[in-house]
């Protein structure tokens, strides 16, 4: 696993490089690259990066508010997930930085693209996905419930729809 440290960066595990894969939905593009958490979060332009567990030690790295913005460029992952705005898949576990430990055509065949005809069902969907305030009472758990059954199978139907993302140069 080749990984360096960037100059400026001492020991600080935010400056650990690895091979990555930058995701831009506004684009279409996945773009093999190398980066940190400190340039990831820079590109991605949030103020704040939240881990997406994706299993097999890949993480996806993401704007923590991205589902928050209006306009929002949506993707999916995996099928089953709606994500918002730029992202960058790299190897990790709980936290940890590494090089991606899957070929790239692998990971890239994860990411679908939403049709044009669809942003404003996506954007509708994201609006539904909205942190909501509960009580933790059997009241506030019936209430989420409620809410999952009403939202249930929205995301299936933009990733049926969905064009698979390719491969493109860096």
């Known amino acids: 696993m080749k990984q360096e440290q ?3 960066g001492g020991g600080d595990p935010r400056h650990v490089r690895a091979r990555v894969l930058r995701i831009d939905p506004a684009a279409r593009t996945v773009t093999p690259a190398e980066d940190s958490w400190m340039t990831a979060l820079e590109w991605i332009g949030a103020d704040l990066l939240e881990r997406v567990g994706c299993g ?3 993480d996806l790295w993401i704007d923590e508010e991205g589902m928050l913005r209006d306009g929002a460029d949506h993707w999916i992952l995996g099928g089953e997930q709606l994500l918002a705005g730029r992202g ?3 190897g990790g576990v709980g936290g940890e930085w590494g090089d991606l430990p899957i ?3 692998v990971a ?3 990411v679908s693209w939403i049709p044009a005809a669809f942003h404003g069902r ?3 969907i994201a609006d539904g996905m909205r942190p909501v305030a509960v009580a933790w009472d059997a009241e506030g758990m019936a209430q989420l419930a409620k809410m999952q059954e009403e939202r249930a199978g929205w995301v299936e139907m933009l990733a049926v729809a969905s064009e698979p993302a390719t491969l493109t140069a860096d």
Do not use: K, R
């Open 6 to 8: 960037e100059q400026d």
């Open 56 to 58: 097999s030690g890949v």
């Open 88 to 90: 960058v898949l790299v």
């Open 103 to 105: 070929p790239a055509e």
């Open 108 to 110: 890239t065949g994860a």
């Open 122 to 124: 996506a954007q509708e």
